[in-house]
């Protein structure tokens, strides 16, 4: 299980790049070896507002479905157009190529709110046994 | 221990009806030399009756058509067969007088527009079958038309909408536990509810602290289902429906798992003002592609005026739909819903009686714990407690070795039974859901149970093997992920399989 240490995570399992002013957001390691392989993303419409706790994408897998959560307030700038063809992405690469948003950061002061690569371990490793 | 009742057998291979058509061939034909005149269709219809050529309609013999659809039929697995301990399905045995009343030809061949002076059967049927439902639910009032539970689910939270409307209230919420079947959210935001919803407690259960801080004016309802997914009876459910409505809100329970309460207890001393019954579970009617559904909904009288149009009423032993209704959501659909299930519920009923109706509940209960006491501890039992009509496990310890709950399903198909409810409800990670109802015999829960620890025993010494199951079946493991994520609907003309 991957928790790469220059990331940002959430309790709901979602991971976040700080470049700049923009967020990038994805699911975790843990998050997509949970739900199984992924078969379909709904994303959300660029220029889309959302705050903290809603939902701006569902992810389906043979498994089960599931909301993911915006953990900031901002606008979606760019989603990852190649999940709509190949949802794999995020199985494959969850921190790389299966980024799902990138949303510009309305309030950095959130980003304090967001748990750490250790914090989010440890979590992971609470909730896994 | 018994035989393995999953031996192997001879299966026949059948491609696609498309594929076995040759040109030329018919099933059917017209004698020479009787004297009827051949003419050409077109000089029959209009033009506008009439449809193109289907590219690639298939042409086969009679004998091509039986072979093709017999061997398919022996492809399936159904409840005449074996075991089907699918959770919160109430997968219980379909007897046979159910069919043979729904067969008799004066229910059977009655024409939807028949005028109701002969129709006067099939609407008493309708009538008492209302009526025997109100009395297990201890509702006021019953609708046989929704065509399944998901539509009665609908039609209960449009009379939930409707009735606030018409005390001029404007309510946007409705409570759903995380426990719930999918369908009770959906519902609610179907009908343009903002979905609230709560956690379980620790125990499993819904903790009344939890709806109290949550409960407004805003909320038009609670949606539950009792005993929950878990399998276990709500105990604060008096509490919790009292916090509902001492705020003016409404209680909606889900009847999927009514079997474990007829005859013992009735939803609305529960204080539930709304329910739906699934007749194809309950009430022992087919269930998925045995035959359509059907999702009865049923009231307090406070609600009963928003009951979906026509209702059938009784005057003198007269029966008759009733129309105009106005504080009614309207109609569902075409006609009056799903007679012949009605028919079958009916029947079932009537030769049950309400002592044998109790007496289900309390076998399906039985059976359930029996089950349940057997795999505890070789299977994590996530919730232990008492369960009602079904019990959840986790794949907790065969997850040490790395076997998962769908390879578990899997092993449990090599061993001749239909698996369990998997990954349900999802408050339970790898959860397994069974429900083996009041229709299995000791003998049948036994050598379940059996191959249940088998497949555990496995997963200590060869975890690997049960990995490459089902090896029985005409298929293997199927590769769900490409099915979603490039599904093949339908066959086309000249298409390649591949």
Redesign the interface.
């Known amino acids: 299980m991957e928790f790469p240490d220059d990331l940002l995570y959430t309790k709901e399992h979602e991971w976040i790049r700080v470049v700049g002013d923009t967020a990038v957001i994805g699911i975790t390691d843990y998050a997509q070896s949970?739900l199984g392989?992924i078969?379909?993303t709904e994303l959300p419409d660029i220029g889309t507002e959302f705050a903290p706790g809603n939902a701006f994408s569902v992810v389906?897998s043979?498994?089960?479905v599931s909301d993911i959560y915006s953990p900031i307030t901002g606008t979606i700038e760019e989603v990852n157009d190649n999940l709509e063809s190949s949802?794999?992405q995020i199985n494959a690469e969850p921190y790389t190529g299966g980024w799902i948003v990138k949303m510009t950061i309305s309030n950095a002061d959130e980003l304090e709110k967001l748990l750490s690569p250790e914090e989010y371990e440890s979590l992971v490793n609470e909730e896994s046994h | 221990m018994r035989e393995n009742v999953g031996a192997r057998g001879l299966i026949f291979n059948e491609p696609l009806i498309f594929d076995i058509s040759r040109e030329g061939r018919d099933g059917a034909s017209i004698p020479d030399g009787v004297g009827l005149p051949e003419k050409k269709i077109e000089s029959l219809l209009p033009k506008g009756s009439l449809r193109d050529d289907i590219e690639g309609f298939p042409s086969l013999s009679e004998v091509d058509v039986v072979r093709h659809f017999t061997r398919l039929s022996q492809w399936n697995y159904g409840l005449d067969g074996g075991f089907y301990p699918l959770g919160s399905c109430t997968m219980k045995y379909n007897p046979k007088i159910n069919e043979d009343m729904a067969s008799l030809p004066a229910l059977n061949n009655l024409h939807p527009y028949a005028p109701e002076g002969l129709a006067q059967g099939a609407l008493r049927i309708m009538y008492e079958l209302s009526d025997y439902l109100a009395e297990i639910s201890g509702l006021a009032k019953v609708s046989l038309q929704p065509s399944a539970g998901a539509q009665g689910e609908f039609a209960g939270i449009l009379i939930i909408k409707n009735y606030f409307e018409s005390i001029g209230e404007k309510r946007h919420k409705i409570i759903v536990p995380d426990s719930a079947h999918g369908t009770n959210p959906a519902s609610s935001a179907l009908c343009g509810y903002q979905v609230i919803e709560v956690k379980s407690g620790s125990d499993g259960l819904i903790d009344p602290a939890e709806i109290e801080k949550h409960m407004d004016d805003d909320v038009a309802a609670i949606m539950l289902t009792n005993p929950n997914t878990l399998g276990l009876f709500e105990s604060q459910i008096l509490k919790i429906t009292e916090i509902i409505h001492k705020k003016g809100g409404l209680v909606y329970m889900d009847g999927a798992n009514l079997n474990a309460l007829m005859g013992i207890v009735k939803p609305a001393d529960m204080g539930v003002d709304i329910m739906h019954f699934n007749l194809h579970k309950t009430f022992s009617t087919p269930h998925g592609g045995g035959g359509p559904g059907s999702g009865p909904v049923g009231v307090t009288k406070k609600i009963a005026p928003f009951l979906p149009t026509p209702v059938i009423v009784e005057n003198n032993g007269n029966y008759s739909f009733q129309y105009g209704n106005k504080d009614s959501i309207g109609r569902l659909r075409a006609f009056y819903g799903n007679f012949g299930v009605m028919v079958k519920a009916y029947v079932y009923i009537r030769s049950m009686g309400g002592d044998g109706l109790k007496k289900a509940s309390e076998t399906a209960v039985v059976n359930a714990n029996y089950i349940k006491e057997k795999l505890k501890g070789i299977y994590h039992l996530p919730y232990d407690r008492e369960c009602m009509h079904e019990c959840v496990f986790s794949d907790k310890i065969q997850g040490e070795n790395d076997v998962s709950t769908l390879d578990i399903a899997k092993a449990i198909i090599d061993r001749g039974f239909h698996p369990p409810t998997i990954y349900f409800p999802l408050i339970v990670h790898g959860a397994i859901m069974m429900e083996p109802t009041e229709t299995e015999g000791k003998e049948t829960l036994d050598s379940f149970i059996e191959a249940l620890k088998d497949i555990a025993a496995k997963a200590k010494e060869d975890p690997g093997s049960l990995k490459a199951s089902p090896e029985k079946p005409k298929v293997g493991r199927l590769d769900e992920t490409q099915a979603a994520r490039n599904p093949k609907l339908r066959w086309r003309a000249g298409q390649k399989d591949g």
């Open positions: 949970q392989d078969v379909y389906e043979v498994k089960t949802p794999e």
